[in-house]
Structure formats: structure tokens, C-alpha cells
């Protein structure tokens, strides 16, 4: 169901990225399954620079679905199929800004949105 969903949006997973330093991608733990840290991929590129300097508002967003899009794929890898997850608990965005950026919701909604949809 999920698949398909992403399907109509169009939506390709991407590859689950390997851990980079001394961490599991994911745990599952009584019936949940917890994600670490997941960073921004847009067409295999790491996306860096902050939100108010060399990244503007639409990148931001654009990272934090990308990030969302990692961690779907993560989901996926770890549980087999989507169709396990029953439900989103609780989803931490990190936002890379200047000081004087305060538009923080609106990029974070780039990741919610994406697992609304």
C-alpha cells in the first residue's frame, strides 16, 4: 500500500546509505523501529551549506524531503516492506541555518509532509 502510494507520487527510493562511522542504521526494539541520523542525498550528491547563506528556503525543503526519502528507504530495508509501518511516532529535523533564518517549520515540513503524503 505505501509502495504503491509512492508509486503515484512518482517517488523512487533511494539506496539505504551505510553507516559512515560506528552506528547501526536502524534497531527495532517492542514492535518500533528506531532510525539513526540520516543526511540529504539529492541525485547522489550530499547536500551541504546552510538554509540564509548558500542554501535558500526551497533547498532546505528540498533536503529535508531528500532526508525523508533516505528514511523511508532505511524502513524498507530494515523491515522488508512498508507495509509493516503502521504509523509515523516521531520525526526530528535538523535544520543547517544562520542565525538569522527563522523559517525552521517550513523546511522541517519538506520531511512531514512527505511521510503525510
Do not use: W
Not at 527510493?13 to 560506528?22: G, Y
Not at 528506531?34 to 546552510?50: A, N, P, R
Amino acid at each position: 500500500m505505501i509502495e504503491e502510494r509512492l508509486a503515484e507520487l512518482g517517488i523512487t527510493l533511494p539506496e539505504p546509505a551505510a553507516p559512515v562511522a560506528s552506528y547501526v542504521p536502524t534497531v527495532e526494539a517492542n514492535g518500533m523501529l528506531f532510525i539513526s541520523g540520516q543526511i540529504s542525498f539529492f541525485d547522489g550528491q550530499l547536500m551541504t551549506g546552510k538554509v540564509g547563506a548558500e542554501r535558500n528556503e526551497a533547498d532546505g525543503i528540498l533536503a529535508a524531503q531528500s532526508c525523508g526519502l533516505m528514511l523511508i528507504a532505511q524502513l524498507k530495508k530494515a523491515l522488508g516492506s512498508l507495509d509493516r509501518v503502521e504509523r509515523i511516532v516521531k520525526l526530528g529535523v535538523f535544520v543547517a541555518s544562520t542565525p538569522d533564518f527563522n523559517a525552521h517549520p517550513k523546511v522541517a515540513n519538506g520531511a512531514s509532509d512527505l511521510m503525510e503524503a
